[in-house]
């Protein structure tokens, strides 16, 4: 069995002064947001050379479909066959029980 494990961002936890980290962090923190809460606090881009898009609230329903269309190319690099599971791994907002 393969496992691939893809979580590329900035912690949501982490302190964050927003002109101390690289642009391209910020982004990926950003669109991270978008894609999990469907909102989005100001704009992230998408890198160019993918979908090269800026998302802002107005674009922020965009960012699923961005990120459903790169999970299919990333199931398809990886288990070319069509043979993969994808297991979705919640955040711990979506776990019943959770405490603060």
């Known amino acids: 069995m393969r496992v691939c494990y893809y979580a590329r961002y900035l912690s949501f936890n982490a302190p964050v002064d927003k002109h101390s980290i690289p642009q391209r962090y910020w982004d990926a923190r950003m669109f991270t947001r978008a894609v999990k809460y469907g909102t989005i606090n100001g704009y992230c881009h998408v890198p160019q050379g993918f979908f090269s898009q800026r998302i ?5 329903g965009v960012a699923r479909r961005i990120f459903g269309t790169w999970m299919l190319r990333v199931l398809g690099q990886q288990a070319p066959n069509g043979n993969a599971v994808l297991v979705p791994v919640p955040s711990t907002d979506a776990v019943q029980g959770r405490r603060c």
Do not use: H, N
Not at 56 to 60: E, I, K, P, Y
């Open 56 to 60: 802002d609230r107005d674009t922020v």
